[in-house]
């Protein structure tokens, strides 16, 4: 059974960084059909697309978030994580981690609710 | 970015009834068009992908249609663990973008 974790800090105070990490158990972040993805959703609100990575290192972000999105793979500890720096209080919400493909988003995390607050 | 418009952006309805949920695209998206049911607290559920393929373990009474800009989620006979919020997406170029969502809850 696939499963998916995130983790990091609940709090980040405005103009920080937020960072999490993925951790990946059932399947291999290093098979090559998948992509690894940060999809967020602000209190009350819809999903919003953050980014993808592959196994190789391979990324894409959304353009709205412009250059405060970074992506990384430990194909070692089969985590995967976000870097979005700069942060305002637009950027609360919860915050899943997701194995898709260009079929959707088959499985995620719970999902972790993370605050910018000072 | 394409747009994903759903509608109704809310309904209520009754066990047993027929619900029909419709998505539109800004553009042309083929049929790389995925439904999600998403419940208060939890992560979404991966329902329908390429706009007609039923997830594996997912109820029959779900199902989906459609292709290029218009599509629609139909739900045969509503059970009671079917409310929820539904939403779209669209997987045809990046940024992928989900629709606002379909909240159905219980007349």
């Known amino acids: 059974q696939v499963q998916l974790q995130e983790s990091g800090p609940g709090l980040v105070k405005p103009s920080e960084t937020l960072s999490l990490t993925c951790t990946v158990s059932?399947?291999?972040?290093?098979?090559?059909?998948?992509?690894w993805n940060w999809i967020r959703q602000p209190p009350g609100k819809g999903l919003e697309w953050i980014g993808y990575i592959n196994y190789s290192g391979s990324a894409n972000h959304n353009p709205s978030l412009k250059s405060r999105v970074t992506a990384s793979v430990d194909t070692s500890k089969n985590q995967f994580s976000l870097s979005l720096t700069s942060v305002t209080a637009a950027d609360t919400a919860v915050y899943f981690c997701a194995r898709c493909r260009n079929g959707g988003c088959d499985y995620w995390g719970q999902g972790t609710l993370v605050t910018v607050s000072s | 970015d394409i747009q994903m418009t759903q509608s109704p952006s809310s309904l209520s309805a009754s066990v047993g009834d027929r619900v029909t949920i419709t998505c539109r695209a800004s553009?042309?998206?083929?049929?790389?068009l995925n439904w999600y049911q998403q419940k208060p607290g939890k992560a979404p559920k991966l329902l329908i992908t390429?706009?007609?393929g039923l997830e594996s373990g997912v109820p029959s009474r779900f199902s989906g249609s459609g292709s290029g800009t218009d599509f629609t989620l139909t739900v045969s006979g509503l059970q009671p663990e079917d409310f929820g919020t539904f939403y779209c997406q669209q997987s045809y170029s990046l940024p992928w973008t989900f629709g606002q969502g379909t909240k159905v809850d219980s007349k």
């Open positions: 553009h042309y998206i083929s049929n790389y």
């Open positions: 390429a706009a007609s």
């Open positions: 059932g399947d291999s972040i290093s098979r090559s059909t998948y992509y």
